[in-house]
Nanobody, 116 residues
């Protein structure tokens, strides 16, 4: 079992920045990739970014590439999503997902609202 807790969401003006955190507990040593997803009202959940366990490889959706940076601190079992130059279309609930060989786990989400 893995538990994920996201934090760092909030209200920010367009052009601003936020940093989200995803803290993992439990069988964290079995996690080989952690990703951030987001879901806007009335839309399907979509992938935003991901990072491997070692932190050596990162992945980004085209919509966030160049503005968002995913990173991790394995000593704290925490993955971060630094979001810069935020746009109103980035407004969504952001979820963290931990991928293991036999299961995936989701956090409860954190709301990000970008005002124009």
């Amino acid at each position: 079992q893995v538990q994920l807790v996201e934090s760092g969401g909030g209200l920010v003006q367009a052009g601003g920045s936020l940093r989200l955190s995803c803290a993992a507990s439990g069988r964290t040593f079995d996690i080989y990739r952690t990703g951030w997803f987001r879901q806007a009202p009335g839309k399907e959940r979509e992938y935003a970014a991901a990072i491997t366990r070692s932190g050596g490889t990162t992945y980004y959706a085209n919509s966030v590439k160049g503005r968002f940076t995913i990173s991790r601190d394995n000593a704290k079992n925490t993955v971060y999503l630094q979001m810069n130059r935020l746009k109103p279309e980035d407004t969504a609930v952001y979820y963290c997902r931990a991928t293991m060989a036999i299961a995936t786990y989701w956090g409860q989400g954190t709301q990000v609202t970008v005002s124009s």
